[in-house]
């Protein structure tokens, strides 16, 4: 979709339909939404005062206008109770609305900014959530349909954004980019996220990261078996072993700090299928572990999104990538794998995969001289149990860092919360024979899965997200539920690290 902006009065502006809102329980509406009612001769506050529009969050009242004004529409989008209105509040409100008129067959409209003015937002974070809540709204994975009703195959030519003052008009169109360019890096994410494992190997992603990285002006470096071999990653190997797939760690690097700047390194679990292993999974917890690689996914989503954006900071992103599959030569219960810092690792489940990788990804990392890493990774149904699924969460060493990542999950409606990670959960991995084993009993288990990973970062200031229940959405009422999460994978991460990102560099 489009996005534009203009410069005009929204009563007097011509599209196929016209975006304006209410507030719950105002009778006589002010603003945009009083122009166009006066433009209309009330038809507005007719149908407040009939019962058909009350103001109720999302509530979307859609009529045409008969030829009283150049729209042939108006759509007013209800946004709740003036306490609980937020940013989060106008993205669910903008998908709400990009949707409704979507499925109505309408593909062209012209939209207030919501929470500018009476919403009390400044017109930069309300224009941001506005176009983020639109185009994460009508995302679709739909490339591997080839049967669809005419309805289906609805989409989206133009949102145009209309400002009535000139000296704003510069302020909506740099958010409108800067919103793109994030909700763009979101959708590719879901889109790999989505796509079958077969059509997403660890090589089909690593052209896919060269090929970013070349659009992005990213430097990127693929290390294959015989590089991995040298660099002694046995873990991420031993994962590899399984699989007739060959397994590539994708680094990408940006540049868009200062020379000597110390980078932010990015690691995510890159597992492209995730099997078990001979610890093989039961069949229904087979069925969504093709989304085991979102972390590697977020990773180049975010270095995407960073570079497109300039933010004035230098990052590296790691993603160990391959499958977990049991075969003849896989790794087996028991087995000890050494790891790329020298320390070792007890095997005692195989489907604790992703911890392995890390363990590796994570140590390389360190060899970047990094001033903080941070992973994400799809890595324990226990952090799910913990936290439910609409909560990433969060266990590290970095304390500012953690400060930092709460916040702009509190920005983006990407929420986290942290876990413990006491040094009394160590007794839970200790290993007879390793340096440390790869499970941790019963209980605790997404704190015993990031305690393993904290031997892998020395002293760098460090935050691990579990992003295991948020990586994905059913609409089921244990899931995320926004109008911006239709159905499928949430492009968890981008947003949230983007976020901190900018609050890292202020200047932007
Ligand atoms: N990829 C899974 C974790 C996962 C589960 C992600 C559900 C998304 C949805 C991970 O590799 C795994 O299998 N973890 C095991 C660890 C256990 C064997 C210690 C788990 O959580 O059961
Ligand atoms: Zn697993
Ligand atoms: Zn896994």
Request: proline share 4%.
């Amino acid at each position: 979709m489009e996005i534009k902006v203009a410069l005009g009065r929204i009563e007097e502006t011509k599209d196929k339909a016209i975006v304006v809102n209410l507030f719950k329980g105002v009778k006589t509406p002010g603003g945009a939404t009083g122009a166009v009612d006066g433009a209309l001769e009330g038809m507005i506050t007719d149908l407040i005062r009939g019962g058909d529009l009350t103001g109720k969050f999302k509530e979307v009242v859609l009529f045409r206008t008969l030829g009283r004004i150049p729209a042939e529409r108006v759509l007013v989008v209800g946004l709740g109770e003036k306490e609980k209105f937020s940013l989060d509040r106008i993205r669910e409100v903008s998908a709400k609305v990009a949707r409704h008129l979507r499925d109505a067959g309408i593909d062209t409209f012209s939209t207030i900014v919501h929470g500018a003015g009476i919403g009390g937002f400044d017109l930069q974070q309300a224009t941001e959530a506005l176009v983020e809540g639109a185009l994460l709204g009508v995302y679709k994975f739909d490339r591997y349909k080839t049967e669809q009703e005419e309805e289906e195959k609805r989409k989206l030519k133009r949102m145009t954004v209309v400002v009535k003052d000139q000296k704003d008009v510069d302020t909506a169109k740099k958010a409108v980019q800067w919103s793109q360019t994030v909700a763009s890096a979101t959708n590719l994410v879901r889109d790999l996220v989505a796509s079958p494992s077969r059509d997403k190997t660890p090589t089909r992603l690593a052209e896919i990261a060269s090929q970013v990285a070349q659009e992005a002006g990213l430097k990127c470096t693929i290390i294959d078996r015989d590089e991995a071999e040298k660099l002694n990653m046995g873990a991420f190997l031993g994962v590899a072993q399984g699989s007739d797939e060959p397994p590539k760690l994708i680094v990408l690097e940006y540049s868009g700090g200062p020379k000597s700047g110390k980078p932010i390194a990015i690691v995510g679990k890159g597992i492209t299928f995730d099997s078990g292993g001979l610890s093989l999974k039961p069949a229904d917890s087979m069925m969504a572990m093709k989304e085991d690689m979102a972390g590697a996914a977020a990773t180049i989503g975010t270095l995407r999104a960073a570079a497109e954006l300039k933010l004035p900071l230098n990052l590296v992103g790691i993603a160990p990538c391959t499958e977990n599959l049991p075969s003849g030569r896989a790794t087996k219960p028991g087995d000890v794998l050494k790891t790329h810092l020298g320390k070792t690792i007890e095997v005692l489940n195989t489907d604790a995969e992703g911890r392995l990788v890390l363990a590796d990804a994570l140590g390389y990392a360190t060899s970047f001289d990094p001033q903080a890493i941070v992973d994400m990774a799809t890595l324990t149904g226990a952090c799910m149990v913990a936290l439910g699924k609409k909560t990433t969460g969060m266990m590290g060493t970095g304390e500012g860092l953690m400060e930092k990542l709460k916040e702009a999950g509190r920005k983006t409606g990407d929420y986290v919360w942290p876990l413990p990670l006491f040094d009394d959960y160590e007794d839970q991995i200790k290993s007879e024979v390793a340096d440390v084993k790869n499970i941790g009993g019963k209980y605790g288990g997404a704190i015993t899965a990031a305690l393993l990973l904290k031997k892998f970062v020395k002293d760098v200031p460090w935050v691990h997200l579990d992003i295991a229940g948020t990586v994905w959405t059913d609409g089921a009422p244990d899931a995320l539920k926004r109008e911006y999460h239709p159905k499928g994978p949430t492009g968890v991460g981008v947003r949230l690290l983007i976020q901190m990102l900018r609050d890292w560099a202020p200047s932007t």
